[in-house]
């Protein structure tokens, strides 16, 4: 029984997998690292009305905007495209988030000089 349900879950994973688009996968985690690295080191209380708006919120909307220029480029118009797309924006975040900007964060020490 242990067995069937450990089977029944890695086959999900692995069809999961196999749904991501990894080209737009890698380009929206290094555009999202990309973008940030200027919010980093701003100011916080100085600019105007859009860099108050959370950072989550411009990378969600930027795997959004780039999920439709994927599209456009691809040609693909399913909905089934469409949802591995998100699926694909959905996991960019999630590995992001637990320890992806580990790494980033490490690289991006070693090439700009440190902030005062």
């Known amino acids: 029984m242990e067995e069937a349900t450990t089977n029944a879950m890695l086959g999900g994973f692995k069809e999961f997998l196999a749904m991501i688009e990894w080209?737009?996968?890698?380009?929206?985690?290094?555009?999202?690292?990309?973008?940030?690295?200027?919010?980093?080191y701003r100011a916080k209380d100085k600019g105007t009305w859009y860099r108050k708006i959370p950072t989550a919120i411009w990378v969600t909307l930027?795997?959004?905007?780039?999920?439709?220029?994927?599209?456009?480029?691809?040609?693909?118009?399913t909905i089934g495209d469409y949802k591995a797309y998100f699926n694909t924006i959905i996991f960019g975040l999630a590995v992001w988030k637990f320890g992806i900007h580990r790494l980033a964060d490490k690289l991006e020490n070693k090439l700009l000089p440190k902030k005062d």
């Open 23 to 40: 080209p737009l996968f890698f380009v929206f985690i290094i555009l999202s690292w990309v973008m940030n690295i200027p919010r980093k």
């Open 62 to 77: 930027l795997g959004v905007l780039l999920s439709f220029i994927y599209a456009m480029l691809t040609e693909d118009s």
